[in-house]
């Protein structure tokens, strides 16, 4: 069974940057696609970024495109969140979840998803 645990997130003021981690276990990440979700308080959960199996193809929502970027590490079964230019909105607890798929498939539906982290919090704040 596949497991997921973020790391990386904590306090940053605005205008940092933060680089969240999704690890890995139970499973080699080669045959998955991967997103990021975050949920801040009082709101719905947001598909921020996402990636496919191939590492080929990446999506982001308006909100974060130019700031973030998404990466994989196959060989260390992670999959990484760079954020930089950081937002007091960008506060939220991030998700990193896990789907089966081939080739260049990807999305920023949560549906989608099987497998997910339990979260971890980013706070942008001065």
């Known amino acids: 069974q596949l497991q997921l645990v973020e790391s990386g997130g904590g306090l940053v003021q605005p205008g940092g940057s933060l680089r969240l981690s999704c690890a890995a276990s139970?499973?080699?990440?080669?045959?998955?696609?991967i997103a990021w979700f975050r949920q801040a308080t009082g709101k719905e959960r947001e598909g921020i970024s996402c990636?496919?199996?191939?590492?080929?193809?990446?999506d982001y929502a308006d909100s974060v495109k130019g700031r973030f970027t998404i990466s994989r590490d196959n060989t260390k079964n992670t999959v990484y969140l760079q954020m930089n230019s950081l937002k007091p909105e960008d506060t939220a607890v991030y998700y990193c979840a896990a789907e089966v798929a081939h080739g260049s498939w990807h999305s920023l539906r949560d549906i989608e998803y099987d497998s997910w982290g339990q979260g971890i919090q980013v706070t942008v704040s001065s």
């Open positions: 139970g499973r080699t990440l080669d045959y998955y696609a």
């Open positions: 990636i496919s199996e191939s590492g080929t193809i990446t």
